[in-house]
């Protein structure tokens, strides 16, 4: 038996039954996140919303950087020298789809289960909240 015949048995699978997808040269997450995304294809496709844009990422909170040298801290989110110790990484959300109407931005995020339980769920309603807050943006669940 080869390595990969071995790996491909004892694959754990994915905690909410969802395959990862390659479509269009971009990885989603679930067949219902691609099959969204061919949807909002065809809608930029007829005109009704621009700017499509995929995985975008939104800075929520910026890291914290320690320099021991000169004992001071940084909290910008530029590229800093090796002495610079990251103490607090960033919190970044990345949304699924990120779009524009004829009147507003819409931010995606396609959701599969909505188990208020779920800790993943529970991560994503905190960053919906900061989203809120720091861009006064509402993302929208599909």
């Given amino acids: 038996m080869k390595i990969s015949d071995y790996k491909k048995l004892t694959k754990k699978p994915s905690k909410y039954n969802n395959t990862r997808v390659f479509y269009d040269s971009i990885w989603f997450d679930s067949e219902k996140e691609c099959e969204r995304y061919k949807e909002l294809k065809l809608l930029e496709k007829a005109g009704k919303i621009s ?19 000169f004992g001071n801290y940084d909290f ?12 607090q990484r960033p919190i970044v959300y990345i949304a699924d789809f990120v779009y524009d109407t004829e009147t507003e931005r819409i931010v995606e995020d396609v959701k599969g289960c909505r188990n208020k339980r779920d800790a993943a769920y529970k991560k994503f309603l905190h960053k919906k909240r900061l989203m809120k807050i720091v861009w006064n943006v509402d993302v929208k669940e599909v």
Avoid at 80 to 87: F, I
């Fill in 51 to 69: 700017n499509l844009a995929v995985h975008f990422p939104f800075l929520l909170i910026p890291g914290v950087y320690y320099n021991p040298r």
């Fill in 76 to 87: 910008s989110n530029k590229k800093l020298s090796r002495e610079w110790k990251c103490v």
